[in-house]
Each structure stands twice: as structure tokens, then as C-alpha cells.
């Protein structure tokens, strides 16, 4: 049973990625039931709930990076601007190239700051010369406020910046690939305050040009940067709405249970 | 009174807890000691066979050479007036080194005697002879001094490994020859030199004549045919088990089959290659064509456990990382899990070759023991191997191959030796850290 869907059904018209009755399995485990969402674009969507809600799982079913696992099964209708995801005529490599993504763990490949950013742009053919490439490396940079701290050290390690600064060389590697859609697992979890006001801020810019989910375990920071969150709990969605609404007046007992403190 | 028992109760706490910390600590001290025992006897072994193989094998490396005038007369060569590169090659020398060491001694008379004095040269005498004529042909028709190689009694008593004493027991050289040798040594003519002949010619019966530098172009050859087998396929194969193949119980047994492999006798790889290359495919015995392949046989499954170990330490967040950027499987495995990976397969690799420069007796399997004087000049060819030339020498009944015999495995210890400084090398070269 899902409670969304009795809820009033959201534009669609404006709805970036939409799920439809979406159901994962890993081996034996039910590990995310009859999930309908849509995800507007250019918004911040966040995803909340307890450790094991299926968020994560949620996420990863986007770009498909559920198919690394094995035993992993998903059932179920997603689509990215009305196209099926799991449609077998859908190249998961051109998939990827739209739908980013940014892991809990900073993950800077172990090359240059430059190489980190143009890898994306590289494999893709983004760029017909060098000249396009640099371009392309620099706005990312620029866009995920990084720039002016690595300007001169371009061809220096990723690996040798700070967590905060590796997480945005991460995000600025994610969006030199040009996506529509950019994931974001727990971004912030690995990161002190003052790198996790930064990356907030940075989402917000973000928010203009991409559509963004964001899986988080801090009630603040889906408070603080997202405009609609979504509440899981052992696998459903139990409840969707604006971000105001979720925190301020929620319907279902679960989420007024979960936000303010008592379980979870 | 219930304050004093509560005293008692905590002291005795104390009492045993510092009793337990004790036998903690010693027991510490226990297991530290035990380990260090381990590896002092560990360090005592290898020290005693490296101090008795270098004390056997250093004296191979100098040899003892006799200086005699020798006087180039073109008649006694059988020369003529011909100067050409075959008639040098053909000339007699044999005659020419004779005549040098009567000449020396002219008082000795007699077939017997005349014997006795020529055989303190080495049958290659004559070979030193033949290089200087070919180098330098305006010698022909002069006399000059030539250290020329003795025969391995001769370099054996000079160098104490046999008895000097006429009549002892064991001693090879007559009364007449000591008188000779001490004779010689008196006026200077007999002096240990570089012995360069142990590292330019091939196999011989003649001890002092015996190289090394045929089975180590023997062993390069074989090695290059191993690598370069072994190397691709096995980087394929650990690649593809790990990153690609699905997991499900053919591929488990696979799994379980070169682990096996491992540890099968390297004795029945040679039975395998004998049946395989030799008998079904034709291919040319004791080559090291062959020899390579089996090796490769031998290492592949070592290269694969070592490449899949590396490969899976490569942590996951380097494959999330670029699968999320759109980078497909052979490109998350060509840009990023390979290079990562790279030193571990390098070292696996190179330990495994180092394992197979020692392997013996498959090659035994394969003809690679026969006695083979030829320089190999391709892989195509017959050859010895290090090892086997080894265990060949070892068995030959000559005092003189006892220490060249040492001076074998002081050679192939010194190439295990760089290949595992190289296998340091290239990791501390290749690796990065996340």
C-alpha cells in the first residue's frame, strides 16, 4: 500500500523523472515497494528517512547504478523526460552521461584536479580540441565554486584537497558531463560543518540549471536546501510533498514521528 | 565494618586485575620472544647456505692461467704463406702450445713426460692462441709472452683444493708435474686471473673450459617466451574473472581449477608439455621455445591469483565513480582499475617469473638437460637453462665443477635477486595512493 499515491497527484507536465509502482529486490529482500514519485525539475527533491528506508536504493535506480549488484531486480515503470530507464533499448552509458551523480564519500580519481573534470568530458566526446576542453573543465570548476581555490594547482592530485574540496571536485566532475538530472548521496556526510554550508550553497546555484535529488540524514539540510522531500520507511514512500509542508505540517504519523526525533 | 569489607573487596580487585595484567605482559613478552627465535633460525639457515655457496663458489671466478713464450712459426701451424680468415681459423695451434711448454722446460724428454708437461694446459689453450692470430695476424713469425688457461688440476692445486704433496691421497698432478708447477710459480708464469671464460662460452666437459653464458641466454630466451605468453593471458584472465564474469558455479569452479593449478608439481606441467608441445605439436626438444611455454603453464595460474588480488583491492568507489560518469565496463577497467592495479600485477608477475628462472624439473621433462656446448642464437634452438645448469654441473665427477657449480647458483641468485629488486622498483614507481 502506498500513501502517495493518495495524495493529490502533482503536475506532471513539470516532472523531471517519475515513478511508477517501482519495486527492488535484492535476492530475497523487498527492498523498496510500490514507489510512485515524480521529481520536478530544477528542484531540490529530498529523500529522508532511517538507515535501510530504501532511499539510497531509490536513487541508485536512476542511473541504473543498481545494476553493478548482483541479484539486484527492479520492477516497475521510471522514466527520465517520459523515456523508460530500464527500457532495453536504453544505452546505460548515455543514461549515466544524464542523470550524475555524487557519492557519500568524496571520491576524487587518483589523477590531476584537471584530469579529474575532463575525464567525463573525454569519454563522451565533448570536446572537438583541447581549447573546448579547458572551457569546459574551467566553467565546471567555476560552477562548483571551486576555481579560485585550485586555479593554480590544476594538474596537482584530486586526491590532495581538502574532504570539502574533493566532494566539490566530485560535483564539478559530475556536471562537466553537461547532466539533466544530478544524484546526491548523503554528499555532506563525510564533510565538517563549514564544507557542508558550502556544498548547501553550492546545491542551491545548482538548482538553477539542474534537477537535483539528494538522499540526507539531516533533517536541517533537507530543510535548508530542498524545495519538496520525500519520507521512506522500510521500503515505501510514505510521504511526498513541499519541503515546508513535510516539516512544518506532515500527514502521516511516521513523518511527524521521524522529524521530530522520536524514532529513526 | 562495612566501609573495611568494601576496602578488602577493592583491594583485592586490584590485586588480581594486576595479577592478569602480568600474565598479560608476559605472555606478550612469550610471543615476542618466540618470533624472534623463528626468524634468527630462519636468518641462521639462509646464512649458512649463502656462506657455504659463496665459500665453494668465489674461487670459479678467477682461474688460473700460465704465462709461456710462445713463438708463432708459421710452418709448425701448417700455414704457409696463406693469411686468410679460414686458414687462420684452421691452422694448428695445438702444435704451437706444445712447442711453447717444452720449450720452457727442454730437459723433459720422453713420450710420457712430454705428455704429462702438455697436459698441464688446458685443451683450450689453443683457442687463446687462435683468438690473437685472428685479432692481430702480424704476430705470425714472432715469439711473445701469452698467459694461456691451465688444465683444471693445475687451477684445483694452485687454488688448495687439492693436495700439493706428492703421493697424498687425491692429488691428480704427478711428482714431475708439482716440480713443474712450483717451477713455474717461481719464476711468476702462473697467476689467477678474471675467469671471463665463465660468463662467454657455452657447456663443455672440460671444467676450465665450462661457461655459463649459454643457459643464461637460455633462460632469457625461455623467459621471454614465458612472459610473453603469460603475462597477457594472464592479466585477461584475472580481468575478466574479476571485473566481467558473471558470478555462478562455472566460474566458481574455474575459480576453484586455478587455484588448484597453483599447486600442482611443477614436475607434471613438464609430462604436460612433453605430450602437448614435443609429441602432439611437433615442436623442437629441448628449445627454449618450449621450455618458455611450459613455464608459462607454471606461473599463469601464480599471475592470475596475484592480478585478481590486485585488482580487487582497487576500492569500489574508484568503479562507482567513473560507472557514474558514464564510463562503460572496459572503460572503468582500462582507465582506472587497471592502472591501480598495475603494481600488484607487476609484482605477482614478476615473483612468478622469478619462480619459473628456478623451475627444473619440468624442463628436465623436455630435453632441456642434454649437453649442449652451442651458444643458443634463437629460442628455436637447443639450450640449457641456469637451473639445469646447475644440476648438471653437480653431477659431474670433477673437483673443478664442485666450485662451479656454486659459482652457477651464485650467478641465478644474483637474478632472482634483481628481479625482485625490480618487482620492489616498479611498485614503489607505479603506486598512488586514494
Same mark, same amino acid.
Given at each position: 500500500?502506498?500513501?502517495?499515491?493518495?495524495?493529490?497527484?502533482?503536475?506532471?507536465?513539470?516532472?523531471?523523472?517519475?515513478?511508477?509502482?517501482?519495486?527492488?529486490?535484492?535476492?530475497? &529482500?523487498? !527492498?523498496?515497494?510500490?514507489?510512485?514519485?515524480?521529481?520536478?525539475?530544477?528542484?531540490?527533491?529530498?529523500?529522508?528517512?532511517?538507515?535501510?528506508?530504501? &532511499?539510497?536504493?531509490?536513487?541508485?535506480?536512476?542511473?541504473?547504478?543498481?545494476?553493478?549488484?548482483?541479484?539486484?531486480?527492479?520492477?516497475?515503470?521510471?522514466?527520465?523526460?517520459?523515456?523508460?530507464?530500464?527500457?532495453? &533499448?536504453?544505452?546505460?552509458?548515455?543514461?549515466?552521461?544524464?542523470?550524475?551523480?555524487?557519492?557519500?564519500?568524496?571520491?576524487?580519481?587518483?589523477?590531476?584536479?584537471?584530469?579529474?573534470? !575532463?575525464?567525463?568530458?573525454?569519454?563522451?566526446?565533448?570536446?572537438?580540441?583541447?581549447?573546448?576542453?579547458?572551457?569546459?573543465?574551467?566553467?565546471?570548476?567555476?560552477?562548483?565554486?571551486?576555481?579560485?581555490?585550485? &586555479?593554480?594547482?590544476?594538474?596537482?592530485?584530486?586526491?590532495?584537497?581538502?574532504?570539502?574540496?574533493?566532494?566539490?571536485?566530485?560535483? !564539478?566532475?559530475?556536471? !562537466?558531463?553537461?547532466?539533466?538530472?544530478?544524484?546526491?548521496?548523503?554528499?555532506?556526510?563525510?564533510?565538517?560543518?563549514?564544507?557542508?554550508?558550502?556544498?548547501?550553497?553550492?546545491?542551491?546555484?545548482?538548482?538553477?540549471?539542474?534537477?537535483?535529488?539528494?538522499?540526507?540524514?539531516?533533517?536541517?539540510?533537507?530543510?535548508?536546501?530542498?524545495?519538496?522531500?520525500?519520507?521512506?520507511?522500510?521500503?515505501?514512500?510514505?510521504?511526498?510533498?513541499?519541503?515546508?509542508?513535510?516539516?512544518?505540517?506532515?500527514?502521516?504519523?511516521?513523518?511527524?514521528?521521524?522529524?521530530?526525533?522520536?524514532?529513526? | 565494618?562495612?566501609?573495611?569489607?568494601?576496602?578488602?573487596?577493592?583491594?583485592?580487585?586490584?590485586?588480581?586485575?594486576?595479577?592478569?595484567?602480568?600474565?598479560?605482559?608476559?605472555?606478550?613478552?612469550?610471543?615476542?620472544?618466540?618470533?624472534?627465535?623463528?626468524?634468527?633460525?630462519?636468518?641462521?639457515?639462509?646464512?649458512?647456505?649463502?656462506?657455504?655457496?659463496?665459500?665453494?663458489?668465489?674461487?670459479?671466478?678467477?682461474?688460473? #692461467?700460465?704465462?709461456?713464450?710462445?713463438?708463432?712459426?708459421?710452418?709448425?701451424?701448417?700455414?704457409?704463406?696463406?693469411?686468410?680468415?679460414?686458414?687462420?681459423?684452421?691452422?694448428?695451434?695445438?702444435?704451437?702450445?706444445?712447442?711453447?711448454?717444452?720449450?720452457?722446460?727442454?730437459?723433459?724428454?720422453?713420450?710420457?713426460?712430454?705428455?704429462?708437461?702438455?697436459?698441464?694446459?688446458?685443451?683450450?689453450?689453443?683457442?687463446?692462441?687462435?683468438?690473437?692470430?685472428?685479432?692481430?695476424? @702480424?704476430?705470425?713469425?714472432?715469439?711473445?709472452?701469452?698467459?694461456?688457461?691451465?688444465?683444471?688440476?693445475?687451477?684445483?692445486?694452485?687454488?688448495?683444493?687439492? $693436495?700439493?704433496?706428492?703421493?697424498?691421497?687425491?692429488?691428480?698432478?704427478?711428482?714431475?708435474?708439482?716440480?713443474?708447477?712450483?717451477?713455474?710459480?717461481?719464476?711468476?708464469?702462473?697467476?689467477?686471473?678474471?675467469?671471463?671464460?665463465?660468463?662467454?662460452?657455452?657447456?663443455?666437459? #672440460?671444467?676450465?673450459?665450462?661457461?655459463?653464458?649459454?643457459?643464461?641466454?637460455?633462460?632469457?630466451?625461455?623467459?621471454?617466451?614465458?612472459?610473453?605468453?603469460?603475462?597477457?593471458?594472464?592479466?585477461?584472465?584475472?580481468?575478466?574473472?574479476?571485473?566481467?564474469?558473471?558470478?555462478?558455479?562455472?566460474?566458481?569452479?574455474?575459480?576453484?581449477?586455478?587455484?588448484?593449478?597453483?599447486?600442482?608439481? @611443477?614436475?607434471?606441467?613438464?609430462?604436460?608439455?612433453?605430450?602437448?608441445?614435443?609429441?602432439?605439436?611437433?615442436? $623442437?626438444? @629441448?628449445?627454449?621455445?618450449?621450455?618458455?611455454?611450459?613455464?608459462?603453464?607454471?606461473?599463469?595460474?601464480?599471475?592470475?591469483?596475484?592480478?585478481?588480488?590486485?585488482?580487487?583491492?582497487?576500492?569500489?568507489?574508484?568503479?562507482?565513480?567513473?560507472?557514474?560518469?558514464?564510463?562503460?565496463?572496459?572503460?572503468?577497467?582500462?582507465?582506472?582499475?587497471?592502472?591501480?592495479?598495475?603494481?600488484?600485477?607487476?609484482?605477482?608477475?614478476?615473483?612468478?617469473?622469478?619462480?619459473?628462472?628456478?623451475?627444473?624439473?619440468?624442463?628436465?621433462?623436455?630435453?632441456?638437460?642434454?649437453?649442449?656446448?652451442?651458444?643458443?642464437?634463437?629460442?628455436?634452438?637447443?639450450?640449457?637453462?641456469?637451473?639445469?645448469?646447475?644440476?648438471?654441473?653437480?653431477? @659431474?665427477?670433477?673437483?673443478?665443477?664442485?666450485?662451479?657449480?656454486?659459482?652457477?647458483?651464485?650467478?641465478?641468485?644474483?637474478?632472482?635477486?634483481?628481479?625482485?629488486?625490480?618487482?620492489?622498483?616498479?611498485?614503489?614507481?607505479? #603506486?598512488?595512493?586514494?
Amino acid at each position: 500500500m502506498s500513501l502517495a499515491l493518495s495524495l493529490p497527484e502533482t503536475d506532471s507536465r513539470l516532472a523531471k523523472v517519475t515513478a511508477r509502482d517501482v519495486n527492488v529486490h535484492y535476492a530475497e &529482500k523487498h !527492498a523498496l515497494k510500490h514507489v510512485d514519485l515524480d521529481i520536478r525539475s530544477n528542484e531540490v527533491t529530498a529523500l529522508i528517512g532511517p538507515s535501510g528506508c530504501g &532511499k539510497s536504493t531509490f536513487l541508485r535506480c536512476v542511473n541504473r547504478m543498481n545494476d553493478m549488484i548482483e541479484n539486484c531486480r527492479v520492477t516497475g515503470l521510471l522514466t527520465l523526460d517520459g523515456d523508460d530507464v530500464y527500457d532495453r &533499448k536504453i544505452d546505460v552509458v548515455q543514461l549515466r552521461a544524464r542523470v550524475g551523480m555524487v557519492f557519500q564519500k568524496p571520491n576524487p580519481f587518483p589523477k590531476s584536479i584537471y584530469d579529474n573534470v !575532463a575525464y567525463g568530458p573525454r569519454i563522451h566526446g565533448m570536446a572537438r580540441d583541447q581549447g573546448e576542453l579547458d572551457e569546459i573543465v574551467m566553467t565546471s570548476l567555476e560552477r562548483a565554486g571551486l576555481l579560485a581555490e585550485v &586555479k593554480d594547482r590544476l594538474l596537482e592530485a584530486g586526491t590532495g584537497l581538502s574532504g570539502g574540496q574533493q566532494q566539490r571536485l566530485c560535483i !564539478a566532475r559530475a556536471i !562537466a558531463v553537461a547532466p539533466e538530472v544530478i544524484l546526491m548521496d548523503e554528499p555532506c556526510s563525510a564533510l565538517d560543518p563549514i564544507a557542508t554550508a558550502k556544498v548547501e550553497e553550492l546545491i542551491d546555484e545548482l538548482r538553477e540549471n539542474f534537477t537535483i535529488v539528494i538522499v540526507t540524514h539531516s533533517m536541517q539540510q533537507a530543510a535548508r536546501v530542498s524545495q519538496r522531500t520525500a519520507f521512506f520507511h522500510l521500503g515505501e514512500l510514505v510521504e511526498v510533498g513541499d519541503t515546508e509542508q513535510i516539516f512544518t505540517n506532515p500527514q502521516h504519523p511516521l513523518t511527524q514521528g521521524y522529524i521530530t526525533g522520536r524514532f529513526g | 565494618m562495612t566501609e573495611m569489607v568494601e576496602k578488602s573487596v577493592a583491594r583485592t580487585a586490584t590485586d588480581t586485575a594486576a595479577a592478569r595484567l602480568k600474565r598479560r605482559y608476559a605472555a606478550e613478552r612469550r610471543f615476542k620472544a618466540y618470533g624472534i627465535v623463528a626468524i634468527a633460525l630462519a636468518l641462521g639457515f639462509l646464512a649458512t647456505l649463502l656462506i657455504t655457496v659463496f665459500s665453494n663458489g668465489a674461487t670459479a671466478f678467477v682461474q688460473t #692461467e700460465m704465462r709461456l713464450d710462445v713463438t708463432f712459426d708459421a710452418s709448425e701451424m701448417g700455414l704457409g704463406d696463406d693469411r686468410s680468415p679460414d686458414a687462420l681459423a684452421g691452422a694448428n695451434y695445438l702444435a704451437v702450445v706444445k712447442n711453447a711448454i717444452y720449450a720452457r722446460f727442454p730437459e723433459v724428454e720422453g713420450r710420457s713426460a712430454r705428455r704429462e708437461l702438455a697436459a698441464m694446459l688446458s685443451n683450450g689453450a689453443d683457442i687463446t692462441l687462435r683468438d690473437l692470430v685472428q685479432d692481430d695476424p @702480424s704476430v705470425i713469425g714472432t715469439t711473445r709472452p701469452v698467459w694461456m688457461i691451465a688444465s683444471d688440476d693445475v687451477d684445483m692445486a694452485i687454488k688448495g683444493h687439492i $693436495p700439493r704433496t706428492p703421493g697424498t691421497d687425491g692429488a691428480r698432478l704427478s711428482d714431475q708435474q708439482l716440480g713443474w708447477l712450483e717451477a713455474l710459480e717461481q719464476s711468476g708464469a702462473v697467476e689467477l686471473k678474471f675467469n671471463t671464460l665463465l660468463f662467454t662460452t657455452g657447456d663443455s666437459r #672440460e671444467p676450465e673450459l665450462a661457461g655459463l653464458w649459454g643457459a643464461i641466454v637460455g633462460s632469457f630466451f625461455s623467459l621471454s617466451i614465458t612472459l610473453m605468453v603469460c603475462f597477457p593471458l594472464g592479466v585477461a584472465t584475472a580481468v575478466y574473472l574479476e571485473e566481467f564474469a558473471p558470478k555462478n558455479r562455472w566460474t566458481d569452479l574455474i575459480e576453484v581449477n586455478i587455484n588448484n593449478l597453483a599447486a600442482v608439481p @611443477s614436475v607434471v606441467f613438464g609430462l604436460l608439455g612433453l605430450a602437448i608441445f614435443l609429441n602432439f605439436f611437433g615442436m $623442437p626438444r @629441448s628449445a627454449p621455445l618450449v621450455g618458455g611455454l611450459v613455464l608459462a603453464l607454471i606461473s599463469l595460474p601464480t599471475i592470475i591469483i596475484a592480478g585478481r588480488a590486485a585488482l580487487k583491492a582497487v576500492p569500489p568507489s574508484i568503479r562507482e565513480a567513473a560507472m557514474g560518469l558514464g564510463a562503460s565496463r572496459l572503460q572503468v577497467v582500462t582507465d582506472h582499475v587497471l592502472p591501480l592495479a598495475m603494481p600488484g600485477i607487476l609484482t605477482g608477475t614478476i615473483l612468478g617469473m622469478a619462480h619459473a628462472l628456478g623451475e627444473t624439473a619440468p624442463l628436465l621433462m623436455i630435453g632441456m638437460v642434454a649437453f649442449i656446448v652451442d651458444i643458443p642464437g634463437s629460442p628455436f634452438d637447443p639450450a640449457a637453462v641456469l637451473p639445469v645448469q646447475v644440476y648438471l654441473w653437480a653431477d @659431474s665427477p670433477e673437483r673443478a665443477f664442485v666450485e662451479r657449480t656454486s659459482a652457477a647458483i651464485i650467478v641465478l641468485l644474483f637474478f632472482l635477486a634483481a628481479m625482485n629488486l625490480a618487482a620492489i622498483l616498479l611498485r614503489k614507481k607505479f #603506486e598512488r595512493r586514494w
